[in-house]
């Protein structure tokens, strides 16, 4: 028991969240163990979302305690959790459209508490990790273009190396393939399986259960504010409480 607890990156125990007489979250608990690439998924309306949020601090939850790497992480602010090393997405991307893309890196590294976002790079290497990253999510062509100019696959390929910048230990990819084409959604696929390669841990919210199937280990199924079920894509698609919570015609 005790190998298992310390296996775990992410511990949430029991927690709940409502937003008046809405329960978004039911007694929920979730482990997601390092190294792993975990797939959430659920119908919308599930919860998946708040339990993003909870996770990295933009929902302060009323029940239950959230651990990180051991450490309750429950009460912290979210530039807190993105210091300790959780990084994460949004569903509509959250950068600056009025910086060039490498001025949206340089942002990045500044909210590490480095210094003025807008001062210069404090150092070389900085920027060229910047640049680095850049071309890791195959935008460094883009560098000078204003992020606002950018389409929206390539607006999440951008917020993905924002996070990247701060060598995170988990990332929280929330719908990352939701209005990508199909190239860019296998593009970032090979990014992700790179990067878990080299040891970092996801968590995946997606409706794209291709993407998530092909690419995740573990599945989570979420429905009314829990999770319901817990296992491989094969063993979650025949769970009898998944089909019943996606109508017994969603799950494809």
């Not at 990352?176 to 959604?185: D, E, K, L, R, Y």
Request: hydrophobic share 40%.
């Amino acid at each position: 028991m005790d190998k298992e607890i310390q296996n775990n990156v992410i511990e949430v125990s029991t927690i709940s969240k409502a937003f008046g007489g809405l329960r978004a979250l039911e007694n929920c608990s979730l482990n997601i163990q390092a190294g792993s690439i975990t797939g959430l998924i659920g119908p919308n309306g599930s919860g998946k979302t708040t339990l993003f949020n909870a996770i990295t601090g933009y929902e302060r939850i009323d029940s239950g305690d959230i651990r990180f790497q051991g450490k309750s992480i429950a009460q912290s602010k979210p530039e807190q959790i993105f210091k300790l090393g959780i990084g994460r997405t949004f569903q509509l991307t959250r950068i600056f459209p009025k910086l060039t893309v490498l001025e949206n890196m340089h942002v990045a590294v500044q909210r590490q508490g480095k210094g003025n976002m807008f001062s210069s790079w404090s150092a070389a290497h900085e920027r060229r990790k910047a640049l680095e990253l850049l071309d890791f999510v195959g935008i460094t062509k883009h560098k000078d273009l204003l992020a606002g100019n950018l389409s929206y696959g390539q607006r999440k390929l951008l917020e993905f190396a924002f996070i990247l910048i701060a060598d995170p230990k988990i990332i929280l990819l929330d719908e990352p393939a939701g209005g990508v084409n199909p190239t860019m959604i296998l593009y970032l696929a090979d990014r992700i399986r790179e990067l878990h390669q080299q040891g970092l841990t996801f968590l995946i919210v997606e409706h794209n259960m291709e993407f998530v199937m092909n690419l995740c280990q573990q599945v989570a199924v979420m429905h009314q504010g829990n999770i319901i079920a817990q296992g491989t894509g094969a063993e979650v698609r025949s769970n009898p409480a998944v089909l019943d919570a996606y109508l017994g015609g969603g799950l494809e």
